[in-house]
């Protein structure tokens, strides 16, 4: 019998002691201990970030019996044992109870656990007293999981934002004069956009985001991925009817790339341990909760391209609650990794993988035409279709239908913004089907399609003409990069109007 697969479950006790298969991280657990005191990481959600929290929890609290076969078994004082303060703000419902009101219940069920009487009122003041009490006998392991969350779940109402933003601040505080109690502390969350001030008092804490000893604490290796999931690849390659190298392959392209040191790429947890359960290929991580302030960022800075973008070091730290910075926070929550560092120390950005890849752009793709999200991907498959049927007609129809559903109001006070970022997010989608190229860095859109008989160059216009745009391809010689593929060149010139909010012209000859 196989192990079960523990898809959604967090809790190492749990995983365990019910057989649920386990990837053993417990090696670069110890490292952590062994190397340091006190640690913020920063990951995406539904990473691992709560199972490492709770497999430390176990760890301090001797629990022996859990650890057998793994690697820190024999590597481990199990006569090290320390009281353990665990918060999750992610179950302490703030949303119903108010975050102060949450954080006073919790901090007093976890002294109950510790058999300790808390006399303070105030939620700071108690937090002070409890760590001090439960380290009266040996030092305290201090344990805080997705410290943002009270504050990520409020990005569209700032106000209640900045109300919990104080309120944690004040929280907080109490950590920085406890270290004569404190053994060992980790902090994990999705974003570092309010670490700065959260934790203002809080200096010595050790970011592990991008340091390479947390590089593969969360996320399976590709070592991993074979070694444990190695009994059930035979079921998935059955039904999928794929070779090992085949699945192989496919499961790299769809949920591999997560990168925070460039060197290591590691595998969604979630995406890999809901794709053996259901034996399919879907976008699981993406469809488990993509927050809707990203989108609002998205389309307030009007951005949609995200491959190979570079930025400093210091973005990913320069947070503003009152003005979000997009492409920070796209790569702290998961839809952006980093690929490369040059020797200026710029970081290159660009997609994970394909599940994100192809569910982002389906997702812009359908808020900017004022669409259901699932309508997305139907309209560029039928594009793709379209061209690998090398009919026009039907090309420029979908071209057309693209704009159809915005609301005339809305379009006409940005019509260029929504002509180039949807113009350019369903190429640049089509890519993900067939082989196409989509270049808007010089504010120009240049397209080229290329089907098994035709290779398509495409130039598009705005309030002027397809016989302009057909023109723009001959002046340049765009076809001129193709001149040795013996497929046929067929160039084409589309202008879109503005006014009528759709194509009103198009042209094509062959090269």
Known sequence: MLQKLPVGIQTFDEIIGKDY??????????????????????????FGKSLTLSTLNAIFSGKRDLFKGLWIENQWDWDNIHPVIHLSFSSIGYKTLGLEAAIHAELQTISNGLGIVLEESSIDRQFRELIKKAAQQRKVVLLIDEYDKPLI??????????????????????????????????ITGVSKFSKVSVFSDLNNLYDLTLDHKAATLVGYTQAELEHYFA?????????????????????RRWYNGYSWDTEHFVYNPYSILSFFSANAFRNFWFESGTPTFLIKLMRRDWLYQ???LELSERA???????????????????????KSIDEHNLYRLDYPNAEVKEALLEYMISNLRHEQTALGTPLVVHLHKAFQANDLEQVIEIIKSIFKKIPSQIFLKEAEAYYHSLIYLVFFYLGQYTEAE???????????????THIYII?????????????????????????????????????????IKTVDDWLTETA
């Open 231 to 251: 009994p059930y690849f035979p079921a998935a390659e059955q039904r999928l009817k794929l070779s090992r190298t085949e699945l192989l392959e496919k499961l």
């Open 153 to 186: 779940d409020y990005l569209d109402d700032i106000p209640q934002a900045k109300t919990n933003q104080q309120i944690l601040k004040m929280f907080y505080s109490v950590i920085k004069d406890s270290d004569p109690y404190l053994e060992f502390l980790l």
């Open 438 to 452: 989509v270049n808007d860095s010089t504010g120009r859109i240049d397209c080229v399609v290329k089907t098994p």
């Open 21 to 46: 298969l386990y990837i053993d991280k417990t090696e670069a657990i110890h490292l952590l201990i062994a190397s340091g005191k006190y640690y913020f990481l920063s990951r995406p959600r539904r």
């Open 306 to 308: 995200f491959d190979n």
């Open 459 to 499: 130039e598009f216009k705005l309030n002027k003409s397809a016989k302009a745009a057909l023109k723009q391809i001959k002046d340049k010689d765009y076809a001129g990069a193709y001149q040795t593929d013996p497929r046929l060149k067929v160039l084409l010139g589309i202008n879109f109007s503005s006014k």
């Open 316 to 338: 990913f730290s320069s947070y503003d609650i009152d003005y979000l910075e997009t492409l920070p926070i796209l790569f702290q929550t998961g839809y952006l990794t980093i």
